[in-house]
């Protein structure tokens, strides 16, 4: 499994998209959380308007798994919820870096986007975690 | 034995439809053997030893002396004694007990969990599939009955038991030779629909199947009319805990397993609190997103001062709560036409 370069990476497993105005971002989870999650059956997010901030919970996810809460990978107000999503979560598996977008965000302050990890680091940073299992 | 191999689901549907393979070789097994097994027997769980008949499979509990749930296991009588079958997670504690009970009666235990491994192999298609290994010797067991044989994977002992819900096998094999056992079924099996699967189904298909599982229904804070585990005590001798389950039979308990269908699409987890009006009255043992029902079921400790009252019943799940309706196990029963027949009742 090869993540996209273009995006950005938390510890938690999401990833942030910025668009190219500097102002908007999209958000999601890497196909590895959701390989990790499997037979996903609710997804509970934050409705427009609201705010969500950085390193901080914004939803969850539940398989028959689990259940995996969902944290902010920047600062920003919700602007589009992916509601399509929340009603067909299938769709994670398929495309978890485009139609499996959850939240587009309006950022707030893009010096916070120097925290998340580019896509090699996100690499080894789920590889340092398999070691430690 | 890993959680899964690929998802829950799907090996779920695999031990519906097909056949599963399953390594429980976590699992503990002990032999008692000798002229004091039936004592020792007798003292340590709560099915009737001595009126097993040689070749039957019971289950049953250890308790602890206040009457508690110390593990649940499955006896079977054999030529020389019995073969207990016990949780990888109570091995140690249950065998510090067994172990004691043993030095003061003078019979002899054998630990046999790392000499042997244990491979089940559960689904409509498992009968099948042991003609195939060389093993058709077992299918024409009886439900909750074993047979030992030779076989090309060394000197076998196999039961017609199994923790899913559907026919199926589970075979205690020479520790060496598990591996090619294993291999060999799923080779076998390949097109019966023969896949390896993991602990995360082998939860989902006992839940559905009303089975219980050490420390979800019950442990050692919970007694065995609580867990509505009544049935595995059918021993009237002087058994760990049977002073305590005397004084229990005599009042109603308190408490009471239930079976639950729960709406909406988050699923009751263990520990999430049943409540009526606004008041808690219980507390989920396990739930899962049936596969076969595709709705969340759960077990749960209730009052049983709410339960015929008609209160509606809902379950806290984090921030939210969901509707739930009383039902009764099991969830799931196959169509028997297929499997073994039902041995009559000893």
């Known amino acids: 499994m090869t993540n996209p370069k273009d995006l950005k990476y938390s510890e938690h497993d999401e990833w942030l998209r910025l668009d190219a105005d500097g102002v908007h971002a999209w958000v999601g989870i890497t196909a590895q959380a959701v390989e990790a999650l499997s037979d996903l059956v609710f997804l509970d997010l934050p409705e427009v308007g609201k705010e969500i901030q950085q390193g901080e919970v914004f939803g969850e996810i539940e398989s028959v798994k689990a259940v995996a809460d969902l944290y902010a990978p920047m600062t920003g107000e919700v602007v589009k919820r992916n509601d399509a999503l929340i009603d067909d979560l299938a769709i994670l598996k398929k495309d978890p870096y485009g139609a499996g977008w959850m939240l587009q965000i309006r950022v707030e302050k893009r010096s916070e986007a120097d925290k998340l990890m580019q896509a090699d680091a996100y690499a080894s940073h789920l590889k340092s975690r398999a070691d430690h299992h | 034995m890993p959680v899964l191999y690929t998802d829950i689901t799907s090996e779920h549907q695999t031990v519906r439809q097909a056949v599963g393979v399953f390594d429980l070789s976590h699992m503990g097994r002990v032999r008692f053997t000798g002229p004091k097994a039936l004592a020792l027997a007798s003292r340590v769980q ?21 009457g508690t749930v110390m593990d649940d296991i499955l006896i079977s009588r054999e030529q020389d004694g019995f073969l207990l079958v016990i949780n990888a997670g109570n091995r140690a504690a249950d065998l510090e007990v067994i172990n ?98 993991g602990l995360g189904c082998r939860d989902t298909l006992r839940l559905e199947a009303g089975m219980p599982l050490y420390g979800h229904e019950m442990d050692r804070t919970v007694n065995p009319f609580e867990a509505a585990l009544d049935h595995a005590l059918r021993s009237k001798e002087d058994y760990i805990g049977s002073t305590r389950i005397a004084a229990f039979a005599k009042t109603p308990p308190k408490q009471r397993l239930q079976a639950l269908f729960v709406d909406g699409p988050q699923i009751p987890r263990q520990g999430h609190e049943i409540v009526a009006d606004g008041q808690v009255v219980g507390v989920v043992c396990s739930g899962t997103r049936s596969p076969t029902l595709g709705r969340n079921i759960a077990t749960a400790r209730i009052d049983t001062s709410v339960l015929d009252s008609g209160v509606a019943l809902r379950v806290r799940i984090r921030r939210n709560e969901a509707a739930a309706e009383l039902t009764q196990l099991p969830f799931y029963s196959r169509k028997r036409a297929s499997g073994p027949q039902r041995e009559i009742k000893s």
Request: with cysteine; charged share 20%; proline share 4%.
């Open chain 2, 46 to 66: 709560t099915f009737d030893a001595a009126g097993m008949l040689q070749g039957r499979v019971r289950y049953a509990l250890m308790l602890t002396p206040e």
């Open chain 2, 100 to 197: 004691a009970e043993a030095a003061r009666i003078g019979a002899t235990v054998r630990d046999d969990s790392e000499a042997l491994a244990m491979v089940a192999l559960q689904g409509p298609n498992a009968a099948t599939l042991m003609e195939r290994l060389g093993l058709g010797f077992a299918t024409a067991l009886k439900y909750y009955t074993f047979a030992d044989g030779p076989s090309d994977f060394g000197a076998l002992t196999i039961s017609r038991t199994g923790y899913t819900g559907e026919d199926g096998f589970e075979i205690l094999v020479p520790r060496d030779n598990a591996n090619t056992l294993f291999r060999a079924a799923l080779d076998a099996g390949a097109d019966l629909g023969a896949r390896p699967c």
